[in-house]
């Protein structure tokens, strides 16, 4: 018998290990890069950050508005911030710096998302779009983790035959709350 991966052509394997290579070898590193928010006072203003967009393609704009009064973002790599900043100081722009390692923020926020989305779907129930299911079994849950304090009615049905479930909490004598 010969293997499903002796059938696929020597090239076929060596051209995804050389894709797979340069996929991962072009991912792009954005440590030390910093954003800056930076004010435009006056037309002159606006038209050198319009002219350092044009002329600098290193220089990221978020946000660039030939407005006066508007302010803009801009993402600058290490090698060009201290000829960033010296340009902006020179024209008497004001800026402040809104994101100092965006390399470092940007881990710290997909870390946080990963871990916030690697909850189960009831920890969770607030800031997830839960499936009918779903939401019946939490509600089912806190029936049973919580069944003194919990009960679990079903108060019709659904146009598609699913069962409409409320959850009345603190049962008794005390005041219900639905």
């Known amino acids: 018998l010969v293997s499903s991966i002796d059938m696929i052509p020597r090239g076929f394997v060596l051209l995804g290990l050389f894709l797979a290579t340069v996929v991962s070898a072009t991912q792009r590193s954005y440590d030390r890069f910093k954003v800056y928010n930076v004010q435009q006072e006056t037309q002159a203003q606006a038209d050198l950050l319009f002219r350092m967009a044009e002329t600098n393609h290193k220089l990221d704009f978020w946000f660039l508005s030939k407005r006066v009064g508007d302010n803009a973002t801009v993402m600058v790599p290490p090698e060009d911030q201290e000829r960033f900043m010296a340009s902006l100081e020179k ?30 779907a009831h ?56």
């Open 91 to 120: 024209y008497g722009l004001q800026f402040t710096e809104l994101i100092h390692n965006v390399e470092s923020t940007h881990d710290e926020y997909t870390s946080t998302a990963t871990r916030h989305a690697s909850l189960p």
């Open 123 to 178: 920890r969770n129930i607030l800031t997830s779009y839960l499936r009918h299911a779903d939401i019946n079994a939490y509600l089912d849950e806190l029936a049973s983790k919580h069944s003194a304090k919990v009960v679990v009615h079903e108060v019709g049905r659904s146009h598609e035959d699913r069962a409409i479930k409320t959850i009345t909490i603190n049962p008794g004598k005390d005041k219900v709350i639905f």
